[in-house]
């Protein structure tokens, strides 16, 4: 399972939509973050097994998604 979250910029949420759009379309399971305005499957990123995170963004909020999951590792 995908786990896709993103920065909350115009730019980066268009980016997500299309990559969620994508995985719909090659029906590959998926979760978004909570925090997106985006319709969908929604989870928290630490109460979500997931195999591959997307992460869209700058440097800076890329590291926080990494940062969440404390020891966990993908």
Not at 34 to 39: A, N
């Amino acid at each position: 399972m995908y786990f896709v979250t993103s920065n909350t910029d115009r730019e980066s949420l268009n980016l997500a939509k299309n990559v969620i759009a994508s995985l719909k379309d090659y029906k590959v399971k998926y979760t978004a973050s909570k925090e997106l305005s985006i319709t969908g499957h929604k989870k928290e990123l630490n109460k979500t097994e997931c195999e591959i995170i997307i992460a869209i963004g700058n440097d800076s909020f890329i590291l926080k998604t990494f940062r969440q999951l404390g020891k966990r590792q993908i």
